[in-house]
């Protein structure tokens, strides 16, 4: 452990990275997959589990956290990795995404920030590029995000163009608010929708900020695979190579493969933990949907050769029997192979990079998806 925020870029196989993030709560191995602990807990899962899978970093909602139970309260209470029990690394979003989607009656103003009522009880918040760095800071996150604004796509270019511009303000707001915090970090926001001169401003902008890491957000909001990929391939050139590159809300175990070939380090995404909770299982042979009646007499587990006990250990049967009846213990042993199968994967990312061989590992793991599980029969 350092006293410092350092990331380390250990080696490269073409534009995928390996490398290690260091910060005085722990490593992070990159590339990374960080759980979606949402108001401070991974759904379905006790943290203990989520750390065993491999997880090294899990983030945290600004916008859910303030809301309940209150970022004042959370640091009266000792701080956000004491509450929940997680002594490692935890990233906090600045909360722009969940106001533009969760959010009624939002009012946006490049001076003042966004004004929005709660999804929960209507009542009225405010938040400028200073209360959401000021937010944080009473979670006590080690990696915190930049207030930005994130436009649904598709988007006319005016929109895309303003939100930009004042996702770039607000960076230097946040940055400011920030200040010299030791050990932790603030990274910036890559906005600019589907169009490639704008990602390019943007991300010359926040590289002239010399922040400790960049995320490239606005993407997986509605936009085709191809749209995302070609965006970061317009992007990450523009980004320092010294610094992480985080990509924001994404995504499908395919999307993951994908962006690592491209140059991203870190990814976070609520998929696994919800397809669990509705029946649906990440494994190296695709996807399986436990309602499917197919299951309904089927002994196998999920993947024999597996070392997560939700997945050798709990036959088809069983899983779809619980699933089928909405029982809560359905959704804890799916998600559990989910997250499981997420960090596998990010595993055997990392060691192929290290290899020399991450062209073929990613060719290897898409023919295993593609031969499907009806092959295992």
């Given at each position: 452990?350092t006293?410092?925020?350092?990331?380390?870029?250990?080696?490269?196989?073409?534009n995928?990275?390996l490398?290690?993030?260091?910060?005085?709560?722990?490593?992070?191995?990159?590339?990374?997959?960080?759980?979606?602990?949402?108001?401070?807990?991974?759904?379905?899962m006790?943290?203990?589990?989520?750390?065993?899978?491999?997880?090294?970093?899990?983030?945290?909602?600004?916008?859910?956290?303030?809301l309940?139970?209150?970022?004042?309260?959370?640091a009266?209470?000792?701080?956000?990795?004491?509450?929940?029990?997680?002594?490692?690394?935890i990233?906090?979003?600045s909360?722009?995404?969940?106001v533009?989607?969760?959010?009624?009656?939002?009012q946006?103003?490049?001076k003042?920030?966004v004004?929005?009522?709660?999804?929960?009880?209507?009542s009225v918040?405010h938040?400028?590029?200073?209360r959401?760095?000021?937010?944080?800071?009473?979670?006590?996150?080690d990696?915190?995000?930049?207030?930005?604004?994130?436009?649904?796509?598709?988007?006319?270019?005016?929109?895309?163009?303003?939100?930009?511009?004042?996702?770039?303000?607000?960076a230097?707001?946040?940055?400011?608010?920030?200040?010299?915090q030791p050990g932790?970090?603030?990274?910036?926001?890559?906005?600019?929708?589907?169009?490639?001169?704008?990602?390019?401003?943007?991300?010359?902008?926040?590289?002239d900020?010399?922040?400790?890491?960049?995320?490239v957000?606005?993407?997986a909001v509605?936009?085709?695979?191809?749209?995302m990929?070609?965006?970061?391939?317009?992007?990450?050139?523009e980004?320092?190579?010294?610094k992480p590159r985080y990509?924001?809300?994404?995504?499908?175990p395919?999307?993951?493969?994908?962006?690592?070939?491209?140059?991203?380090?870190?990814?976070?995404?609520?998929?696994?933990?919800?397809?669990?909770?509705?029946?649906?299982?990440?494994?190296?042979r695709?996807?399986?949907?436990l309602?499917?009646?197919?299951?309904?007499?089927?002994?196998?587990?999920?993947?024999?050769?597996s070392?997560?006990?939700?997945?050798?250990?709990?036959?088809?049967?069983?899983?779809?029997?619980?699933?089928?009846?909405?029982?809560?213990l359905?959704?804890?042993l799916?998600t559990?192979?989910?997250?499981?199968?997420?960090q596998?994967?990010?595993?055997?990312?990392?060691?192929?990079?290290?290899?020399?061989?991450?062209?073929?590992?990613?060719?290897?793991?898409?023919?295993?998806?593609?031969?499907?599980?009806?092959?295992?029969?």
């Open positions: 452990m006293d410092a925020f350092q990331f380390t870029l250990k080696k490269t196989d073409g995928a990275r490398g290690e993030i260091s910060m005085p709560r722990g490593e992070i191995r990159t590339p990374a997959f960080m759980p979606v602990g949402t108001a401070g807990t991974v759904k379905a006790y943290l203990d589990q989520v750390r065993d899978l491999g997880a090294d970093i899990i983030l945290g909602n600004t916008y859910h956290l303030m309940r139970p209150g970022a004042e309260r959370v009266r209470l000792g701080g956000l990795h004491s509450l929940i029990r997680w002594p490692h690394p990233l906090t979003d909360g722009g995404f969940q533009m989607s969760l959010a009624a009656l939002r946006i103003d490049e003042k920030g004004t929005f009522k709660s999804h929960i009880d209507g918040h938040m400028s590029p200073e959401s760095i000021e937010i944080q800071g009473l979670l006590g996150s990696i915190q995000m930049q207030l930005d604004e994130c436009v649904r796509l598709p988007a006319d270019r005016a929109a895309i163009e303003k939100s930009t511009e004042m996702s770039l303000a607000w230097e707001r946040c940055r400011i608010a920030f200040g010299d932790k970090a603030m990274f910036g926001i890559v906005q600019g929708g589907d169009i490639p001169d704008l990602r390019i401003r943007s991300a010359r902008g926040l590289a900020l010399d922040l400790k890491g960049y995320a957000g606005g993407l509605g936009e085709p695979q191809d749209v990929l070609a965006m970061l391939e317009t992007t990450l050139p980004l320092p190579t010294a990509l924001m809300g994404v995504g499908t395919d999307d993951i493969l994908k962006s690592v070939a491209r140059g991203i380090d870190m990814f976070d995404c609520v998929m696994p933990t919800r397809a669990g909770r509705h029946g649906l299982a990440f494994t190296r695709g996807k399986v949907n309602r499917n009646a197919r299951h309904a007499e089927d002994l196998r587990p999920l993947d024999e050769e070392t997560c006990p939700a997945t050798r250990d709990y036959s088809r049967a069983y899983l779809h029997h619980l699933v089928r009846s909405d029982e809560s359905g959704g804890m799916l559990w192979n989910n997250l499981h199968y997420y596998t994967l990010m595993q055997g990312i990392r060691a192929a990079i290290a290899e020399g061989r991450y062209a073929d590992f990613m060719a290897e793991t898409q023919e295993g998806w593609a031969r499907g599980d009806l092959a295992a029969l």
